[in-house]
């Protein structure tokens, strides 16, 4: 069973659409992240989600929104996509004193 | 403001050699410092972490050396192969394993290529 599996792996979609990005871990986690790597590899901190609660948002456009329906799962919602949120996204988890796991990514292409 | 700096951002090197990727940081509250591997249409995965209470870890073929005067660790890869070739992140936190609420700030990566 892969730890952290996110869905789609692959999303190509059209300026203007909302799109939603799944993720789940079964590793028993408390804490769950969305990370974005742009087009030069850098990988930005997103969202920290723990409990149920959201902890840190960065500066990141309202028009992203991490939902957490249960504690396994924490899905980013993108609303009015644009060109420039092309790029992977990855969900990642980590426990208490553990180490950050990620996901295999999700490429999201704007077009 | 970018909080960890990384070079270099492509190297080269021979099968058997030795790699050496540099990483610098700011923060000072940062104590806790992993590095990642990742390979291409993959995710992040965690190589090896250091604390700031010891200077050297090694694992396998891995070193990671830490400077806490200077706010600078580095990675080296003895007798670098070429399955090694990936892309490397370093990266700082707050929290023993990041897993903090601030999460990892990574540096830019750097591309790393051994050559047969």
């Known amino acids: 069973d892969t730890a952290v599996s996110q869905t789609p792996k692959y999303l190509v979609t059209q300026m203007g659409n909302d799109k939603s990005i799944k993720c789940e871990q079964n590793l028993g986690h408390d804490t769950m992240y969305w990370y974005k790597q742009d087009s030069k590899k850098f990988l930005k901190i997103m969202f920290s989600?723990?409990?149920?609660?959201?902890?840190i948002n960065e500066t990141v456009p309202n028009r992203f929104s991490p939902k957490s329906p249960d504690k396994a799962h924490l899905n980013l919602h993108i609303n009015s996509l644009e060109l420039g949120d092309s790029a992977v996204y990855f969900c990642a988890t980590t426990g208490s004193g553990n180490t950050i796991y990620f996901g295999e990514g999700s490429w999201l292409t704007v077009v | 403001q970018q909080q960890v700096k990384q070079s270099p951002q492509s190297l080269i090197v021979q099968k058997g050699g030795i790699s050496i990727i540099n990483c610098a940081y700011e923060n000072t509250a940062f104590d806790y410092f992993p590095w990642y591997q990742q390979f291409p249409g993959k995710g992040p995965a965690l190589l090896i972490a250091?604390?700031?209470?010891?200077s050297e870890k090694k694992e396998g073929r891995f070193t990671i050396s830490f400077n806490k005067s200077a706010k600078q660790f580095s990675l080296h890869i003895m007798d670098s192969q070429p399955g090694d070739s990936a892309t490397y992140f370093c990266a700082a936190s707050i929290g023993i394993s990041g897993g903090g609420a601030d999460g990892l700030t990574f540096g830019k990566g750097t591309h790393l290529i051994i050559q047969p």
């Open positions: 250091i604390r700031p209470d010891v």
């Open positions: 989600y723990n409990n149920k609660e959201l902890i």
